[in-house]
């Protein structure tokens, strides 16, 4: 009898045993649990992360590049890092063999610090806590740290294209979760996504060269999609997502560390009701040109991107003759507007009036309508702007691109010159690559993509609100670019 007792006693605490270990092993879901006996792979591990020991959620997976050659060896995952702890890389090949990486030398500083991995090697650590990206080269062996400091932008937002509109970043120990929240923000019918870095990529050391990490979430699908108050997943370099109505919200990006899947969405809290609205397209009309046009033929102008109400052209206008503005081809229905008297015009800054604009001299004059809407969102204020061309090629065509930053104001450029007889612009590509041309507006805030249009097949194609005007013209060093903006058309030779 006591032996049988004995047995019992001994398979229950087996039992109990398994419970235990069964438990254990499973904090959640399976993307949670500790593995005691891991598979091949890279894994983040220490006490600046938060993970309680290698687990199939700590392990890094391929990054999200942006236009890298397939084969690419980069793996990556976003985590939150404390600043109070360290970590290294759990590296385990195929026949289970285990290495752990720590800081090696320093192989580049900026825009964040690339490290050659060191079995062994001093554990890494992070200044603040937060939400970053970790980015493994398994080609060469290197580590970049990069911090993922997200923010709104698009032409919903308050600086449209123009920059990132920052968020709040929380972390839910708890939900194992990273939020990032803007409440109150005011939010236009158009469309959004979510970056940092202050650029759509951020480049970093591979094989000899850079491969670029996308550093902006978006819809998880090929095309645009709206964002509801309900959660929608997101991608890196995914589609914009498209806002419903203009209005007051919170907006929430959300990371589930346990699956590494970020989603987003909106609530609105207040719909804006205000009654003026900016013109979408802006048309002008005249005989400023020699000869009497109608609005069957009136040219329209072109958008500039993230700024809406604001158009541009390039025209060759005859000196006394007039011109006016609407945004429908009509005279009867729309805004028609010129400038407040027929005196004639050189560069400058008008203000709407009901008179033609004329110009002082015959050429070629920069045209921009400018709308904005007034303090109280009721009415709109309009101006025309003249102003002489300034034409540049920019980039690979100009003689190279400087490294990626907000705005790249180190690109190369080379400026068109008028021709003698002053009727096209002409510039000499000095190197090869992209053919990209844009013009100057001259106004604060504009960046020069915004404005930017190229030729292609003996036309002028113009870039306006969309987006890189695909596929690329190619151009080589030494041939010559003509643009004649009387018929739109040119040539390269």
């Known amino acids: 009898m006591e032996s049988n007792m004995k047995k019992v006693f001994q398979y229950m605490t087996t039992l109990l045993l398994l419970l235990v270990v069964g438990t254990s092993c499973e904090e959640g879901n399976d993307n949670w649990r500790i593995i005691t006996d891991a ?106 740290i990069i911090p993922a400091t997200f923010g709104i932008i698009g032409d919903a937002t308050p600086l449209q294209w123009n920059g990132e509109t920052a968020m709040q970043a929380s972390y839910n120990e708890t939900q194992a979760t990273v939020e990032y929240t803007i409440s109150d923000v005011t939010l236009d019918k158009k469309e959004m996504k979510f970056r940092y870095s202050g650029d759509w990529g951020l480049e970093f050391p591979y094989q000899g060269g850079k491969v670029k990490l996308h550093t902006n979430m978006g819809y998880n699908g090929d ?31 959300k990371l589930d560390l346990r699956t590494g899947q970020f989603s987003a969405k909106a609530v609105c809290t207040a719909e804006d009701t205000s009654s003026a609205t900016l013109p979408e397209k802006m048309f002008v009309n005249g005989d400023a040109w020699g000869w009497q046009q109608d609005w069957s033929t009136a040219p329209e102008m072109i958008p500039v991107h993230s700024h809406d109400g604001m158009f541009w052209g390039i025209y060759y206008l005859q000196a006394g003759y ?25 560069y400058g800054e008008y203000p709407a009036g009901g008179s033609n604009l004329k110009v002082a001299d015959t050429g070629y004059y920069l045209v921009i309508v400018s709308c904005t809407l007034s303090a109280d969102k009721k ?40 021709s003698s ?65 009387r018929t739109n058309t040119g040539t390269i030779q």
């Open 379 to 418: 009415s709109i204020n309009r101006k025309v702007i003249l102003a002489e061309p300034k034409l540049f090629l920019r980039g690979a065509c100009a003689g190279g691109w400087a490294d990626a930053g907000a705005g790249r104001p180190d690109d190369s450029e080379v400026a068109f010159t008028l």
């Open 39 to 144: 598979q091949p792979g890279a894994y983040i591990t220490g006490d600046a992360t938060i993970y309680s020991a290698t687990a199939t959620s700590s392990q890094l997976v391929a990054a999200p590049l942006d236009g890298a050659p397939e084969g690419t060896n980069v793996i990556g995952i976003y985590t939150w890092l404390k600043s109070n702890g360290s970590f290294t890389i759990l590296n385990v090949d195929e026949e289970g063999n285990e290495i752990n990486y720590g800081k090696g030398d320093v192989v580049a500083s900026t825009p964040a610090e690339t490290v050659a991995l060191a079995a062994g090697g001093t554990p890494f650590t992070v200044a603040e806590d937060g939400l970053y990206y970790v980015a493994m080269n398994k080609a060469d062996n290197q580590l970049t």
């Open 322 to 346: 007039g011109m006016k503005f609407n945004n429908e081809k009509s005279w009867s229905t729309g805004e028609n507007f010129g400038v407040e008297n027929e005196d004639p015009k050189g």
């Open 223 to 253: 095309n645009a999609s709206a964002i509801s108050e309900a959660f929608s997943e997101c991608k890196g370099g995914g589609a914009n997502f498209q806002v419903g109505k203009a209005g007051v919200y919170t907006v929430t990006l």
């Open 421 to 485: 007889d002053g009727t096209a612009y002409e510039a000499v590509a000095a190197g090869d690559g992209d053919l990209r041309i844009y013009v100057s507006t001259g106004i604060q805030g504009v960046d020069w993509w915004q404005s930017e249009f190229l030729l292609r097949d003996g036309k002028i194609e113009y870039r306006g609100k969309g987006g890189d005007q695909e596929p690329r013209v190619q151009i080589e060093t030494g041939k010559t670019v003509t643009l004649d903006f």
